[in-house]
């Protein structure tokens, strides 16, 4: 059995999706924020490590960016997610929108493509144009790096978005779609802050110490 799938359905539900966020200026506005976060990070992030205030090459603002970014993109994400079904449903025009010879999977996909087109469009812009300021400022050498910052951002990012729509999918209420994606997005820093723990509590995080004992332990043998 074929799954209940119409290519150009979709493709048209996801324009419909991108450019109601265009309208909405969504795009201009997360775009200038990925911009201004990164020529921020990249001027201001040596400072912190009690370097000097300029700009840093691609290496090092990544190094900063990616902390950033994984705790910034996946909210984002569950923002733009949400409301997808569950809004509509709640205002009425998803009533419209499935009273037209569309399936729900054509919904879902193009709300999920449509919303990714977003993520993508704002963060290979703000990334993009931020990227090649700092490169023309500090140097292009790490680019191609910074390039996969970008992409495996992107992924992140899309990951929160399907479990966002998904979510608002099967909730009654916007409020409890937004609810169950926050929890999974804490509930993951959460469970990454205890395993580093037990890492370290199991001696995971000792080996510099241990080179260290070693050090000196053959320093002073000698």
């Known amino acids: 059995m074929k799954p209940d ?11 419909k999706e991108f ?32 370097g000097d205030v300029e700009f840093q090459g691609f ?22 997610g949400y409301s997808a079904v569950i809004g509509e449903s709640e205002n009425g025009s998803l009533g419209v ?22 993520l993508l469009a704002t963060i290979f812009l703000g990334f993009g144009i931020s990227g090649v300021i700092v490169g023309a400022i500090a140097g292009f050498e790490d680019s191609l790096a910074y390039l ?4 495996l951002t992107f992924l992140f990012s899309m990951f929160f978005l399907g479990f966002s729509i998904f979510m608002s999918t099967i909730a009654t209420k916007r409020s409890t779609a937004i609810a169950g994606g926050l929890v999974i997005f804490f509930s993951g820093m ?10 370290v509590a199991t001696g995971g995080g000792h080996g510099s110490d241990d080179g260290g004992g070693h050090a000196g332990h053959d320093a002073s043998t000698a």
């Open 97 to 118: 929108v499935m009273g037209c010879p569309v399936s729900r999977n054509d919904v879902i996909i193009g709300k999920f493509l449509g919303l990714g087109s977003v």
């Open 190 to 199: 959460i469970a990454g802050t205890i395993l580093i723990g037990i890492w």
């Open 5 to 15: 799938i119409n290519i150009r359905k979709v493709k048209a539900i996801a324009k």
């Open 59 to 80: 290496k090092a603002t990544v190094a900063t960016m990616s902390t950033l970014a994984a705790m910034l993109l996946p909210i984002i994400a569950i923002m733009l």
């Open 148 to 151: 996969l910052f970008m992409v």
């Open 19 to 50: 450019m109601d966020n265009v309208r909405n200026r969504w795009v201009l506005a997360l775009s200038m924020i990925f911009l201004l976060l990164v020529i921020v990070i990249s001027y201001f992030g040596g400072a912190s490590s009690g």
